[in-house]
């Protein structure tokens, strides 16, 4: 984290010290949502006009009402840019398929913790998990001898535990932020693929789903979960899901799932058709995005090609 | 279970004549030899002729059909796959069961393009990639040490080095540090340039730009057009005349002046109209103004070989524009217009295609001409300003694709 070469921020944010009757758990937004309603998206391809391909997405943003310490919304904004494809360098081996190189980087502001310029652990395992999502969705093939750059700017997302709540949150299962992250990656980055016209097997999404416990002692299936909407919560899994092909290309789960003594059926499965239905949900944007991109492109199409 | 034979049905025939409503086939059935039948008919009944023509199933064929990745083309097996569609059945599992091995599914967003047998999905916007020897027009964005920077419509600026333009005084003089000092002489930021691209760089895609012959250099004495660059098969085509001369109507009157007018059509969507300038009759000019100049200076030089690169190498990197008459400049604003229009209706911009759609606008003025003297015609006309140039525009668009 320690970059010399540059005169860094604070490690961590300066508030200012605000000095509040503590209420335990207060803080914490409570989800309005459904448990199978997702955050709305914003997605818009095309953003960036030197790019071969670019996108842009939003999640809505949720704000507390009231809490002045807890301020900070939460939201999740990613920029994709696609360079290529390209030739490989002269000196480079022989490939029959298309080269990824995946970029992922949070801004040093995207956070509350703030991050450094170089890449840390965190967002190499990031941009891991979108490589393996899109190696399944490129038809890879098709490009031989050739690369693209899928660099991946996070403006801002979620951190991984909610800010000042200490180490009440017990229950938690960290990671839920970056769960969040990879899920946006994954879509916005099918988005400028289908923006770079790169070909592509299906729309890829991702989703997030978690197992969250009730008052009740039951268990239930949230959909599109936000740290600072889930203050517990025993397991949390993210796909990327191909809808066309019924097929999964990642899978990421944390936490443990729940046993049960009322007989209540919890099974892992069911947490994946969860994220699959989220990531469902997702491809509804997705593919809306897609027509408007093919049908604006082709409103001045009148006439075709004479023939030759 | 029996078979059934269906009679024809009349709505799928919009091939050829068609309805009134419909005058043109649907534009992404490109070829007349493509007809659409039901499936029904197809699989049950013969109808000599019509059957052997493949046909996407009533369901599957919308009009200007849409395509996003993943969404199925068609299950039927007599289907090729194209570009920009996947079949699940791979080369190496031809065996696989037949079902599943003729699904075509989407592997791009864009309509769907029917060639025959064969399906392919083209984008329609693509961005400009140079390669290798593409002539293009560029602008120059900054003037960097011992290289220019050149905006051409790609991802990334072009270079033009200063060792690779025509520096008058000859092909084979050394660039020196004083050339580099004088290299706004040469071309300054914003100059608009013709040059052909000499190579594309491995790691990043730039492209190297060179102007090493006379066709190629500097611009002056015209009007710059961009339209969209290649394709989908649209705009700027390659691999055809893309530098041609177009004798227009402004030298059929008068004697003065060719009305001849140049276009440059680069495969980048630049283009460049300008008045014809004539190699031979400008050098035979800039002898006579050289043996003026030479007689005063007490010597007599003719043109030569040795000098006639010297002679023309002066005037390249001039940036003064000459004296363009009117009647010139209404036909370099004409195929300007032209060109625009070509791009608008998604049309293949070359010299064919150019020089049909400027005859059809000049046509279409003559008749307005004959319209004029009469009053009240004029009037009309005023009042339906819009309606005649969109009138204009589908008579310049139909003549296009008519003549192809």
Redesign the interface.
């Known amino acids: 984290m320690a970059d010399k070469r540059r005169i860094n921020g604070p490690a961590s944010g300066t508030a200012i010290p605000i000095f509040t009757p503590s209420k335990s758990g207060a803080h914490t937004l409570q989800r309005t949502r459904k448990p199978n309603q997702l955050r709305k998206i914003y997605l818009q391809p095309g953003v960036v006009p030197t790019a071969s391909g670019s996108a842009y997405l939003e999640l809505e943003s949720l704000c507390h009402p009231s809490s002045l310490l807890n301020a900070v919304p939460s939201s999740l904004k990613l920029s994709c840019v696609i360079h290529g494809p390209k030739p490989l360098p002269r000196n480079a081996n022989f490939s029959s398929n298309l080269q990824l190189t995946i970029n992922v980087k949070f801004a040093p502001f995207a956070t509350r913790q703030r991050r450094g310029y170089i890449r840390d652990v965190t967002e190499r395992d990031i941009g891991t998990h979108v490589e393996t999502a899109l190696c399944g969705v490129i038809v890879r093939d098709r490009w031989p001898k050739s690369a693209i750059d899928i660099i991946i700017t996070i403006l801002e997302a979620e951190d991984d535990v909610q800010w000042g709540s200490g180490t009440q949150q017990q229950n938690t299962v960290g990671g839920l932020g970056n769960m969040n992250v990879v899920s946006g990656c994954i879509t916005v980055a099918s988005a400028a693929l289908m923006d770079a016209k790169i070909d592509c097997l299906d729309l890829i999404t991702g989703g997030v789903a978690a197992v969250v416990p009730k008052d009740d002692g039951k268990f239930v299936h949230h959909l599109d979960p936000s740290v600072i909407e889930e203050p517990f919560l025993n397991s949390a899994c993210v796909v990327g899901y191909m809808p066309a092909r019924d097929e999964v290309t990642l899978v990421w789960t944390r936490g443990n799932i729940p046993s049960y003594s009322d007989g209540q059926t919890c099974r892992f499965d069911s947490l994946l058709d969860s994220a699959v239905n989220a990531a469902k949900g997702a491809h509804v944007i997705l593919r809306q995005v897609a027509t408007e991109l093919a049908q604006a492109e082709s409103t001045k199409l009148i006439i075709d090609e004479s023939k030759t | 279970m029996g078979i059934s034979i269906l009679p024809p049905s009349d709505s799928d025939d919009d091939l050829g004549s068609g309805s009134p409503g419909s005058p ?1 086939p649907s ?2 059935d ?3 030899d493509t007809s659409m039948p039901d499936a029904a008919s197809t699989s049950s009944s013969r109808r000599p002729g019509a059957g052997k023509r493949p046909k996407l199933s009533s369901s599957q064929r919308r009009r ?1 059909r ?7 083309i068609t299950d039927e097996a007599q289907w090729m796959r194209g570009h ?1 569609t ?1 079949s699940a059945a791979a080369p190496s599992s031809s065996h696989a069961s037949a079902s599943a091995g003729a699904t075509i ?1 989407a ?5 769907l393009h029917t060639t025959n047998k064969l399906l392919s999905i083209t ?5 400009y990639h140079p390669s290798i020897g593409d002539l293009v027009l560029g602008r120059i964005v900054s003037v960097d040490r011992a290289r220019w920077r050149v905006d051409i419509a790609a ?2 600026l072009a270079q033009l080095p200063l060792s690779s333009i025509n520096l008058p005084g000859g092909v084979l003089r050394r660039r020196t540090t004083a050339d580099e000092l004088q290299m706004r002489t040469y071309f300054q930021e914003g100059d608009l340039l013709v040059a052909e691209v000499q190579g594309v760089g ?4 730039v492209a190297t730009l060179h102007t090493r012959s006379l066709r190629y250099g500097k611009l002056r004495n015209g009007v710059f057009v961009r339209v969209m660059g290649e394709g989908r ?2 705009g700027v085509v390659r691999g055809r005349r893309q530098v041609f001369t177009v004798a227009t109507v402004a030298g059929s009157g008068s004697g003065s002046g060719s009305g001849e007018v140049d276009v440059a059509l680069g495969v980048n969507g630049y283009c460049w109209v300008s008045r014809h300038v004539d190699p031979e009759a400008d050098a035979l000019e800039k002898e006579k103004a050289g043996k003026a100049k030479m007689a005063g200076a007490g010597s007599r030089v003719g043109m030569s070989i040795s000098n006639l690169d010297e002679l023309v190498s002066n005037e390249i990197y001039s940036s003064q524009n000459d004296e363009i008459d009117y009647r010139t400049r209404k036909e370099i604003a004409r195929l300007c217009t032209c060109i625009t229009l070509l791009a ?5 911009i070359d010299e064919d ?1 150019v020089i049909k759609a400027y005859s059809a606008a000049v046509e279409a003025e003559m008749e307005m001409m004959v319209d004029e003297d009469d009053e009240d015609a004029v009037a009309a006309a005023a009042a339906a300003g819009v309606d005649r140039k969109s009138e204009l525009k589908k008579r310049i ?1 139909q003549a ?2 008519g ?2």
């Open positions: 043109s534009p992404h490109s070829s007349s200007n849409i395509l996003v990745p993943g969404e199925t920009g996947f599914t592997t791009l967003p864009g309509p984008p329609l916007r693509s961005r991802p990334l491995n790691s990043d895609g098969g649209v608008d209706a998604a049309l293949k295609t668009v296009v694709v003549g192809g």
